[in-house]
């Protein structure tokens, strides 16, 4: 079983940033890609990246790219979503989460899961 925790949202001015940072509770978290999604009220969750187990490839929706980056510190069973240039759009809860496959998958399978473990998310605001 992983147990996965957020932190790092909050309420951020358009064009500001956040860190999220999602922290495990297994010491094995390098054997998991590990993905970022987002809901918004009212909205249906949706993906918005994933990194893969060994770190080397990263995916992204096209609402995050070029302004959000995934990353995974497995010495500290963390992985981060860092936001840039972050848009009212952008206001939603966000989550991590890991399949239960381990090892390598491919983009298709981390952009439409399943992804079997989920933190309970941090609310990121973005004021207009």
């Known amino acids: 079983q992983v147990q996965l925790v957020e932190s790092g949202g909050g309420l951020v001015q358009t064009g500001g940033s956040l860190r999220l940072s999602c922290a495990a509770s297994v010491s094995t978290l390098s054997m998991y890609s590990m993905g970022w999604f987002r809901q918004a009220p009212g909205k249906e969750r949706e993906w918005v990246a994933a990194?893969?187990?060994?770190?080397?490839?990263?995916y992204y929706a096209d609402s995050a790219k070029g302004r959000f980056t995934i990353s995974r510190d497995d010495a500290k069973n963390t992985v981060y979503l860092q936001m840039n240039s972050l848009k009212p759009d952008d206001t939603a809860v966000y989550y991590c989460?890991?399949?239960?496959?381990?090892?390598?998958?491919?983009?298709?399978?981390?952009?439409?899961?399943?992804?079997?473990?989920w933190g309970q998310g941090t609310q990121v605001t973005v004021s207009s």
């Open positions: 990194v893969s187990w060994s770190g080397a490839n990263t």
């Open positions: 989460a890991a399949p239960r496959a381990v090892g390598a998958l491919s983009e298709a399978r981390l952009k439409s899961g399943p992804y079997d473990y």
